[in-house]
């Protein structure tokens, strides 16, 4: 339990507070900002925020003028490639660099040995296939890639583990030197007594779901170019975490924090895996300190579909128990999770403590390594898998209650969040249900037989929750240019969120200036304060308060500066459209001719984010409802409708927050029906690491989307009223469709994708079982 | 070899294996045109060749001698406005992080030249070669019927004609 935040100290004084993120809650100190805007409620009268305005850098992301990291060159900079295990566990008996030193055009190799220890890089013992091993630096891409072929490496090979199965069972390889699983397996959570919940029940459903590696497969690849300059370090990096890339490469290589510069421009999305320095980093900037020139070093597709971080597999043995009207009694799942060799426990069990009012719910998740490239935080971690065995089971016993399943959903909607009995700052999720279903034409009365037709056509829906509240620190500040324009300074990241475009409209709304007049400058430790990842679904909660705070703290100076000039009292003065007003008057400056005014006197203004309020939760909620089609013949599957309804407290940019539920939907379609990275059990090798065996979804997979939101501001959560959005909308997808393809062919799909052979497979079933679904019995290992 | 990009004549060696792509980004300096894949799965390599769209990273640069190419560059020459169709992606929000968006551009360009007036699904169906991650395929959808039932015909043809 996180301990409680102290009331507001005064100014200037530090409290503690908790932030939670992507489910794991940490406590940090923070100080008070020097003042605290009041909250913009849904009374406040705001004209910037809440507009649809165009994404403001979508004139470079058009015109092929944004630069990426891949894009970056640097007078005489050379190309690294990292050669990789080809083997899953073992150790080089002999490696032979001396060929690809002697190739043309290479300038530069490096392998065992090469490299210092706080990099982790180029080991003698494998551990997983896809391992770095050795890299090459040359003139070329090309140069580099070809050398890397010519370096001979030798293994002994050792016995290994690809599944989740063979690292736990008796006679179990080592996968790594310490344990195969995680040291505080099973990691158990837990309220209530199941045994109690179990007795109450008037029905107990038990069922296994299995979900798949899921690989993050954004289009632009990890990269990053390095330079130095004597012991300065720059590096251009593909990531959601400035900071956090500086930090690691300190530490990595023993260079001081402030020698370090990372800077990122634009990036072509990250989706969690992009949250840290990686191989590429170190090898390019190891590379460019040996040889005094900068080195540019980005990832082949295979190498980011190989060693990128994914979404670990999950097996969830549910046991869900409930009175005759659908009151939940007990809710009970344990849980298998592969991490691959690396890994925390942002497991699937957390989702079923946070999402219904159950007052009897048990969780152990059981982390196990295997030799397979390691996870990484991929949208909605953990939460995407859980949803897709809660929401099923929760389904499955809507069938058996022969309830609708949203009203057993709306039966257990619980008024406090209940994993640690908190009040929420907001919660509209019953509206997400009700706006959701009509807007859908949700009805499970008077279905047509569908036998007769084909395809077979089925409704499905599944809800979510996830905790978005964001959190300090971070830091913003906002300066007035002499020509009357505005910057906007953080050391923020824009993954392809729009968060350029929000936090302008934010400083734009709090200084009543011209959006045109606002420019948004991040991505630079070096020249920007601080703010942390843009991971959790938290930026805009986190860095959003800071930017406005920074904005009303310019607009108070400048309305000081201005109120000489206008004969008036700065309190006397409003602002809108980039003019200061004196109220009632026809006296009016613009900013331009206050600026102008003062020369070069710069306004200045500082925020940062303050405390989240105690002991509140804050989430962001939302229900999905999907429609499909059937092939009898060939299995396949099609998304013919989808709905999302969404509570995420206030919106800054409707048409930004639509287009992220529509990206997190369309991710949900791929996992539900097509993503799956295949592991080859046998050889420990990923079969598919490209992006024609690993499908992720085309246009034509997709169907009219209707996504939107519900409720208001959120004026509990900060004083934006916004909170967190990019998450939430994957993780109901899989098992909304998963529903609705039951719903077609009648028998419950309890593992993803939805592929042609699986869905087959079922339609055998049907035809040979009655329509109803034969309850199966829980596999041995499960209980209660 | 002789290549004219975006209406600009250039006279240049390149090696036998080296692609269209690699032409583009590392000679020219272009580096709107994007390398994901490496081994045409996903489109964002997509530029036009004498009308066509071909994926450049399995595009020979010595068999394009004589040809002319279009890339997003050519869609608004320094100096010109956007075109409808680049000015529908920002008003649509038909780009999230944008990678994928140059090749989205030429694949829908292309397609808008070969057949002014598609229906949704053979919009579908045309763009189904350009893979995008962040989900901005409804929006890409509205963006090229917006520009299709706008009528107005593709200003940047004469780069590649």
Known sequence: MPRKSKPPAKPGGFVQTTVEIEGRTETRIVEMPAFEPAAWGDDAELGIVGARVPRMDAPERVSGRARYTADITRPGMLHAYILRSTIPRGKIRSIDLARAAAMPGVFDVMGPGDAPEGARLFGREIFYAGQPVAAVCAETERAARNAAVAIAVEYDALPFAATFEDATAKDAPRVRAKGNVMEIAPLVMSRGNIEAGLKAADVVIRREYRTPVQLHTALEPHGAAAEWEGDRLTVWESTQGIFRVRENLAKALGVPLSKVRVIKDYMGGGFGAKNSAGPHTYTAALFAKRLGRPVRCINDREAEQTDSGNRPASTQRVTIAAKKDGTLTALFASIDIPLGITGYEGGPGQIYHEMYACPNVRTEETFAYVNASGMAAFRGPGYVEGAFGLESAMNALARELKLDPIALRVKNFTKREPRQDRAYSGNNLLRCYSEGAEVFGWSTENRKPTTENRPLVGKGVAAQVWPTGGGPPAYALVRLNPDGTIDVLSGTQDLGTGARTVLSQLAAEALGARLSDVRAIIGDTERLPYTGNSWGSMTTASVGPAVRMAAEDARNQLFEAAAAMLKAKPGDLESRDSRIVVRDTDRSMTFGEVTKALGNVMIMGKGSRGPNPADTAIMTFGAQFAEVEVDRDTGVVRVTRFVAAHDAGRIINPTLAESQLEGGIIQGIGYALFEERVLDRSLGLVMNPNMHDYKIPTMADIPPIDAFFVGGADAVANHTGARGIAEPPIIPTAPAIAAAVCDAIGVEQLEIPLTPWRVLAALRTAERQSVTPSQRPGPPRHRP | ?161
Request: contains cysteine.
């Open chain 2, 1 to 161: 070899m002789r290549l004219t990009v975006n209406g600009r004549v250039h006279e240049m060696d390149a090696a036998p294996a080296v692609t269209l792509l690699e032409l583009l980004r590392d000679r020219l300096s272009l580096t709107g045109t994007k390398l994901v894949c490496d081994r045409g799965e996903c489109g964002a390599c997509t530029v036009q060749l004498d009308g066509e769209i071909v994926y450049s990273c399995l595009t020979l640069a010595v068999a394009c001698d004589g040809a002319k190419v279009l890339t997003v560059e050519g869609l608004a020459p320094p100096g010109t406005e956007l075109s409808p169709l680049q000015r529908a992606f920002i008003e649509k929000d038909a780009a999230q992080c944008g990678f994928c968006t140059p090749g989205q551009l030429i694949a829908a360009h292309t397609l808008l030249a070969q057949n002014p007036h598609p229906t949704d699904d053979e919009i579908r169906a045309g763009m189904s070669g350009n893979l995008c991650r962040c989900g901005t395929y409804p929006k890409i959808l509205s963006a090229i019927r917006a520009v299709a039932d706008a009528g107005v015909p593709q200003p940047a043809d004469h780069h590649a004609a």
